[in-house]
């Protein structure tokens, strides 16, 4: 078995560190030492987890930078948004300190007693994270799992754990106590799935490919562990004939090539009214030419590289042979795993790039008659995560994003996450809800507690 990764610069293809894999029997080691320390940090007072957690939070800051480099040279992003996602761990840790202090239970009405809940923790929590965001997908997790009292155990993808590693370094500079966050680098089918297979991990979150998604949730019914799903998405952009076209244009290449399209929340089906199509694609190519794609550290690059040569070819594999190419953007010579942000029009209906998610530059436009139209293209997807829609009229807005079976809709914009509101999917995208004022009751157990007050 592979005892190492060697880890390579996805815009230079050359080796940037070599990575131990850990294995069953460490991951064992570490689960034992997570339930003792879930204890003690169970029963440190609230004020004081929230304290930690903040300075935690402030750790992260100041290591913003250090972070956001990290992530480039290791996962390809851009700095722009790798700093952005460093960013987002910060500010994820700071709303979800409020949360310990804040974890009431309720009083129940009930007769010939008191009826107290408590949001007890559930234990060990292991949260298993795919590539594509290293950083933020990982604090969507542990963020919460800490504040409710949890200790976390962390498995980054094997591509991507530099910067998880560093997190478990600032973590216990902040003063978190030891043990209760472990990064833990390893194969999936070793270490991720022994989160699942082991009885002291009472709760997996898992973000990935809906195929594994699969599997966890068939692991964790064997002992009826928590489990939370973030999987794959395959969203609409509608584009309504009386939306602001130039907006609509010019914003949809940023929505599904923004990480190289690596991204669940790609917008990479464009839906556009008929009346307005010609119109749209005359917009959108100007848009695509202009999507800067090289050198991920330089600031003024708005696309990198894929994340390896394997993903690349994937990605090529959808465009080979597809006579449908309206227009490509542009790529670097020379090494790195480029593709250069592809549009294809029309999409076809039953082409496994239309239907599949293909994770990736590469988006199909089709055209639609009516709303009736849009909203049942948009839902012909066994995917349910995000989606957009474009049009100035308010009670068309409303209408289509409540038709839209999706969990992270927006009008008029792109945007999906904030972490002051809820994140999830419907149907095979996912199972729960990240984020959000509700999201630290995910890691808790409810119990109740009645109290006779009979002599
Ligand atoms: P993946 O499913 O291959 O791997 C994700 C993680 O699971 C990795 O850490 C991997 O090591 C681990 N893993 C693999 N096999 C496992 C197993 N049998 N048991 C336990 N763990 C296992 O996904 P990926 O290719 O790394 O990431 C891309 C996918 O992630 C895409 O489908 C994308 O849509 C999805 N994603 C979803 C969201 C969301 O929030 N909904 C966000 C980002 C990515």
Redesign the pocket.
């Known amino acids: 078995m592979t005892r190492s990764i060697d880890l390579l610069d996805p815009s230079t293809e050359v080796v940037i560190e070599t990575v131990p894999l850990i294995s069953v029997e460490e991951t064992d080691a570490a689960v034992n030492r997570a339930v003792s320390a879930q204890r003690d940090w169970a029963e440190l007072a609230p004020a004081d987890r929230a304290r930690l957690l903040r300075r935690f939070a402030a750790a992260v800051d100041g290591d913003l930078e250090n972070l956001a480099r990290l992530e480039v040279r290791n996962a390809g992003h851009t700095i722009g948004n790798a700093r952005w996602e460093a960013g987002n761990v910060r500010d994820v840790l700071n709303y979800f300190s409020a949360a310990p202090e804040r974890l009431s239970g309720r009083q129940i009405p009930v007769a010939g007693g008191v009826d107290l809940t408590f949001k007890e923790p559930i234990g060990v929590v292991g949260v298993?994270?795919?590539?594509?965001?290293p950083m933020p997908?990982a604090g969507?997790g542990f963020a919460p799992a800490l504040a409710a009292g949890n200790a976390v155990l962390l498995?980054?993808?094997?591509?991507t754990p530099l910067t998880a590693l560093r997190l478990a370094e600032l973590a216990l500079e902040a003063g978190l106590p030891e043990y209760v966050f472990q990064v833990l680098p390893?194969?999936?089918?070793v270490?991720?799935?022994r989160?699942?297979s082991h009885p002291q991990v009472r709760k997996v979150v898992?973000?990935?490919?809906?195929?594994?998604?699969k599997?966890?949730l068939r692991?964790c019914a064997e002992q009826i562990k928590r489990v939370t799903?973030?999987?794959?998405?395959k969203n609409a952009n509608i584009v309504f004939a009386d939306a602001d076209l130039e907006r609509a244009a010019a914003s949809a290449p940023g929505a599904v090539f923004d990480n190289s399209g690596?991204?669940?929340?790609a917008r990479s089906r464009i839906l556009v009214q008929r009346s307005v199509y010609d119109r749209f694609m005359a917009l959108l190519e100007p848009a695509v030419a202009a999507v800067r794609v090289g050198d991920p550290s330089d600031p003024s690059t708005d696309m990198g590289p894929l994340i390896s040569a394997a993903?690349r070819d994937k990605v090529n594999s959808y465009l080979s042979g597809n006579g449908a190419v309206a227009f490509r953007g542009s790529v670097p010579d020379g090494p790195g795993y480029w593709v250069a942000p592809t549009v294809l029009a029309p999409g076809q209906l039953d082409s496994p790039a239309w239907r599949e998610?293909i994770?990736g530059p590469v988006v199909g436009v089709v055209p639609f008659e009516d709303e009736a139209e849009a909203v049942a293209l948009a839902n012909d997807t066994e995917y349910g995560?995000s989606g957009s829609i474009w049009t100035e009229n308010v009670g068309r807005a409303l209408r289509v994003s409540r038709a839209v079976q999706a969990g992270n809709l927006s009008v008029n914009s792109h945007s999906s996450v904030r972490y002051s509101t809820p994140?999830?999917?419907f149907k095979q995208?996912?199972l729960g809800r990240?984020l959000g004022p509700d999201a630290v009751d995910s890691f808790t157990e409810t119990k109740n507690v009645f109290i006779s007050t009979g002599e």
């Not at 690596?262 to 929340?265: E, G, H, K, P």
């Open positions: 298993i994270v795919p590539w594509n965001f997908i969507w498995k980054p993808a094997e591509l390893g194969a999936g089918p270490v991720g799935t989160f699942v898992f973000t990935g490919s809906t195929r594994v998604g599997e966890i692991g799903l973030e999987l794959g998405g690596q991204d669940c929340c993903h998610e994770f995560l994140f999830g999917g995208s996912g990240e």
